[in-house]
């Protein structure tokens, strides 16, 4: 069984940075594809970052060039590096593997303010 446990969130103004971090307890072994969700209030959950087990990346088109995703395989850690952050990136940011999803965590919250 898997926790996701994600953390790092909070309230910045527009053109603030944030790392996001999530840690999976209870997993031994390699991470599959890890990715960044999340969600805004009245929306449905996004993917907006992914990375795989040998590092390539991939963005939303939302983010790309201000975000940043790593993983730390030893650690069982993934990260969200967000920059230039903007009021519409608010919400809820949940970590989970696209290709064979977990039980969902927490989720840190993410507020930015114009």
């Known amino acids: 069984q898997v926790r996701l446990v994600e953390s790092g969130g909070g309230s910045v103004q527009a053109g603030g940075s944030l790392r996001l971090s999530c840690t999976a307890f209870?997993?031994?072994?390699?991470?599959?594809?890890m990715g960044w969700y999340r969600q805004a209030p009245g929306k449905q959950r996004e993917l907006v970052a992914s990375?795989?087990?040998?590092?390539?990346?991939n963005y939303a088109d939302s983010v790309k060039g201000r975000f940043a995703i790593s993983r730390d395989g030893a650690k069982n850690t993934v990260s969200l590096q967000m920059n230039n952050l903007r009021p519409e990136d608010t919400a809820t940011y949940y970590c989970?593997?696209?290709?064979?999803?977990?039980?969902w965590g927490q989720g840190t919250r993410v507020t930015v303010s114009s």
């Open positions: 990375i795989t087990t040998g590092g390539s990346t």
């Open positions: 989970n593997s696209p290709t064979n999803p977990y039980d």
């Open positions: 209870g997993y031994i072994g390699r991470l599959n594809v």
